[in-house]
C-alpha cells in the first residue's frame, strides 16, 4: 500500500512537498517515482529514482521538482519548487515492491492527491 500527502491548493511560486510511503511487508522497493494526471489528459510521468538515488525528471519539471528517498522509511519524497498552473494534475505515487525472498517485483501506485496551482 503507498498512501501519499501534501497536496492541495498551492499559489503560483509555492514550494510544497509531496510524500509517499510505503507500508505493509516489505522485503524491497527498486524504483520509486511520481506521475500526474491533468484532466483531460494521460498520466504522465513526473520523476522516478532508483533505489541507488539516480533520478529521472520529466523536461516540463526539470530544475524545478526534486525527487528523493529515505530508503529506512520506505518513503519517497517530491519538492516541488516554482509552480505553474499547468502544474494542476492529481499527482500518482509507484513503487516496484518485492514482498518477499525470491518474490517478483510487483507495480503499486497511490490513490493520487491533487494538487491545484492558483495564479
Known amino acids: 500500500q503507498l498512501v501519499e500527502s501534501g497536496g492541495g491548493l498551492v499559489q503560483a511560486a509555492g514550494s510544497p512537498r509531496l510524500s509517499c510511503a510505503a507500508s505493509?511487508?516489505?522485503?524491497?522497493?527498486?524504483?520509486m517515482g511520481w506521475y500526474r494526471q491533468a484532466p483531460g489528459k494521460q498520466r504522465e510521468l513526473v520523476a522516478t529514482?532508483?533505489?541507488?538515488?539516480?533520478?529521472n525528471y520529466a523536461d516540463s519539471v526539470k530544475g524545478r521538482f526534486t525527487i528523493s528517498r529515505d530508503n529506512a522509511k520506505n518513503t519517497v519524497y517530491l519538492q516541488m519548487n516554482s509552480l505553474k498552473p499547468e502544474d494542476t494534475a492529481v499527482y500518482y505515487c509507484?513503487?516496484?515492491?518485492?514482498?518477499?525472498?525470491?518474490?517478483?517485483?510487483?507495480?503499486?501506485w497511490g490513490q493520487g492527491t491533487q494538487v491545484t496551482v492558483s495564479s
Open positions: 509507484n513503487a516496484q515492491i518485492q514482498r518477499g525472498w525470491g518474490m517478483r517485483k510487483d507495480n503499486y
Open positions: 505493509g511487508s516489505i522485503f524491497s522497493i527498486n524504483a
Open positions: 529514482i532508483t533505489s541507488g538515488g539516480s533520478t
